[in-house]
C-alpha cells in the first residue's frame, strides 16, 4: 500500500504509521510528489500523533520514484491535485495496466479530499484535519485488511 500526498511531511506520513500498525510496516509506505526529500514529519502532526499513540519520530520525507509505484498493489491519495500528480508519472501506464487499486484515502469515510494541514496553525482546525487522517486511514486498513 502506497500513500502519497505533496510533501510526505503531514498527512502520507500520519497514514503510513496507522496503516502500518494495522497491516504491518513492510506493507505501507509513504511518498511525495514533490523532489523534497530527507525532512521530519511537520513538528505540529508529529506532536498530534503522539498524542493519538503514534510515532512519526523516525520519519523522513522520500520523493515518489517509479520503483514505489510498480511496488504498490493500491495507491491512496489526499486531493484531485495528488492524483493528477500521479497521473503525470512516466510509470503511470503501467500502473494503469496492472489494474492497481488507486483511491482517495478520504472515501473510505465518505470525502472526496482531505485537505493540507501544512499552513494550518495548531488549534481545533489542524486538529479536525489530523483526526480525518487517522480516521480515514483505519478505514481504510479494515477495508483492505
Not at 494541514?117 to 495548531?122: A, E, N, V, Y
Request: net charge positive; charged share 25%.
Amino acid at each position: 500500500m502506497l500513500v502519497v500526498c505533496k510533501g510526505n511531511v503531514c498527512r502520507s506520513p500520519l497514514a503510513e504509521v496507522v496503516l502500518a500498525d494495522v497491516l504491518g510496516p513492510c506493507r505501507v509506505r509513504s511518498r511525495a510528489l514533490t523532489p523534497s526529500a530527507g525532512g521530519p514529519a511537520a513538528l505540529k502532526v508529529r506532536e498530534y500523533a503522539a498524542r493519538v499513540g503514534y510515532s512519526l519520530e523516525d520519519h523522513r520525507a522520500c520523493p515518489l520514484l517509479d520503483e514505489d509505484l510498480a511496488w504498490a498493489d493500491v495507491i491512496l491519495y489526499m486531493s484531485e491535485a495528488n492524483l493528477r500528480g500521479l497521473e503525470l508519472r512516466d510509470a503511470w501506464p503501467a500502473v494503469v495496466s496492472r489494474a492497481v487499486r488507486v483511491r482517495s484515502l478520504g472515501s473510505y469515510i465518505g470525502i472526496d479530499r482531505i485537505a493540507d494541514p501544512g499552513f494550518l496553525p495548531r488549534g481545533p482546525r489542524l486538529e479536525a484535519v489530523l483526526g480525518i487522517v487517522v480516521q480515514a486511514s483505519l478505514a481504510a486498513a479494515r477495508s483492505l485488511a
